[in-house]
């Protein structure tokens, strides 16, 4: 959130005076294009930055300026209490530091929003632990230490040696190049190239982790959105998939999609229901997936599948019909 890293910055150059842009962005974690961005979005602001030219230059602010936050109004106040993601810290280790941000952030507030906005805040829940129907979200344990020493090596550019217990597979030490790290549905994965090649490490299998002092070989720059379409297209298109065309409940629409690879086209029939071309990992998978919707999704094509649910059902049948 950009309101977050504005403030962040200005933190920053309030605490350790004088920082150039190559700091300020391994701070933040952008680019210093991003950083210079910043920068004149904060002169524009009225708040007073200025930059020092030559060898140990950088940017500081105006001396004697006082950095109360007197450019947030109430929402933005509120936004920046609610903001911080507690699940995406924690996976990448970052749960405490999360916590102590906020703290300086509200602390900076200036007094009649920093009362209002805690007060709201209370009046807001994010992620709760369980749902409606008290399900529990499922949440890998990740060590903070391992994290830690992943972070480490991805924010220095460093080679990173990793214990990785892929599945159905021993673990085994890998020497991997860092790239970046990503968070999807509260699951961490690291972004590497080993010998070259892509790779993608989910972190809750990652059992032990080493920085190295060599340089990774990775280029300067990521655009780690893209990095992670690409990597998500391509395992979309591997392996054993298998495409499906299911008519389905409009009311169980998203429990379906939210269990399939990809969604390949979708209309509505005359009855109101819904038809949706989907793409599973494998023949189990898309079985699974369709039985657990019951007669609220049946599925039209392939054949076999129909066949497969068809005696699954059968045999339930013959279970429950049969005489104590």
């Not at 150059?13 to 910043?38: F, K, M, N, P, Y």
């Not at 602001?45 to 006082?66: C, I, K, Q, T």
């Not at 344990?141 to 217990?165: C, M, P, T």
């Not at 029939?269 to 898309?286: N, S």
């Amino acid at each position: 959130m950009r309101a977050d890293r504005l403030v962040s910055l200005v933190l920053l150059l309030r605490r350790h005076g004088r920082l150039s842009a190559a700091t300020l962005s391994r701070e933040l974690e952008v680019s210093t294009r991003t950083v210079l961005r910043d920068i004149e979005a904060l002169s524009a602001a009225g708040v007073p930055v200025y930059a020092e030219r030559g060898r140990h230059g950088g940017f500081a602010l105006s001396p004697g300026f006082r950095t109360e936050l007197t450019g947030l109004n109430h929402d933005e106040a509120l936004a920046l209490l609610v903001a911080g993601s507690r699940r995406g810290a924690q996976a990448f280790g970052l749960g405490s530091a999360l916590a102590s941000a906020m703290l300086k952030v509200v602390d900076a507030l200036p007094e009649s929003h920093r009362n209002a906005a805690a007060d709201v805040a209370e009046r807001l829940l994010i992620d709760p632990e369980t749902d409606l129907l008290s399900r529990r979200p499922a949440v890998e344990e990740v060590s903070d230490a391992i994290v830690a020493e992943i972070r480490r090596a991805v924010f220095a550019g460093h080679r990173l040696r990793i214990r990785y217990a892929a599945v159905d597979q021993p673990p085994k030490w890998r020497t991997v190049d860092p790239i970046g790290l990503v968070t999807v549905r509260d699951q961490g994965y690291l972004l590497a190239t080993r010998s070259g090649a892509d790779r993608t490490y989910r972190l809750s299998r990652v059992l032990a982790a080493e920085e190295l002092t060599e340089p990774a070989q990775r280029p300067d720059r990521v655009d780690l959105d893209r990095a992670w379409q690409e990597r998500g297209a391509r395992f979309r298109t591997g392996g054993d998939q298998v495409t499906v065309l299911v008519r389905v409940d409009p009311a169980r629409r998203e429990e379906l999609v939210d269990t399939a690879l990809a969604v390949l086209a979708e209309e509505a029939d005359e009855e109101g229901r819904l038809r949706l071309e989907v793409t599973f990992q494998d023949p189990r998978h898309a079985e699974w997936a369709l039985w657990r919707l019951a007669t609220d999704a049946e599925a039209l094509a392939p054949q076999w599948l129909r066949a497969s649910l068809r005696d699954r059902a059968a045999a339930i049948a013959i279970r429950y019909g049969a005489s104590s």
